[in-house]
């Protein structure tokens, strides 16, 4: 996965080609990048948040339901290993999910860390995953997407 902080090579030579891997609502998206070397990587996009990749699309998508959870955030500036305040602010739910989708962690990392069973750390991401999908549906019921 790259950081946000990490700069952005430019690809002026078009060696990534590029589709839509999942579409939210508000322009978030997931992007499918497939490089000349045959990598796959899932860069997450959102207004005013810059591209984060991952290599596994479930970890985008756990990703995308952070940020609708928390209605958006910007890691920008946080650092290495620094987490957004919005996350912090959100409760042990939410920073369990973002926690589960950054390089240095695993479902068992996390356990540990909080002295918890890795089935718990599973109910606290399945929260947030049900939430983020509550939160596009009602966009979408609004007619605010």
Not at 5 to 27: C, I, K, M
Not at 113 to 128: A, C, D, L, Q, S
Request: proline share 7%; aromatic share 10%; glycine share 8%.
């Amino acid at each position: 996965m790259s950081r946000p902080d990490d700069p952005t090579p430019d690809d002026p030579s078009g060696d990534r080609a590029e589709s839509t891997h999942r579409e939210y609502v508000l322009d978030v998206r997931i992007v499918e990048c497939t490089t000349r070397e045959g990598a796959t990587v899932y860069r997450f996009e959102a207004p005013h948040h810059r591209g984060i990749e991952f290599d596994d699309p479930d970890l985008a998508e756990l990703y995308a339901d952070v940020y609708f959870d928390v209605n958006g955030f910007e890691e920008a500036g946080t650092g290495e290993r620094g987490v957004p305040p919005e996350i912090i602010q959100a409760g042990r739910d939410t920073l369990v999910a973002y926690f589960l989708t950054q390089p240095y962690t695993d479902v068992e990392w996390i356990a540990s860390y909080y002295g918890e069973k890795p089935e718990k750390v599973e109910r606290y991401v399945n929260r947030v995953r049900k939430r983020g999908t509550l939160i596009r549906d009602g966009v979408e019921e609004r007619g605010l997407a």
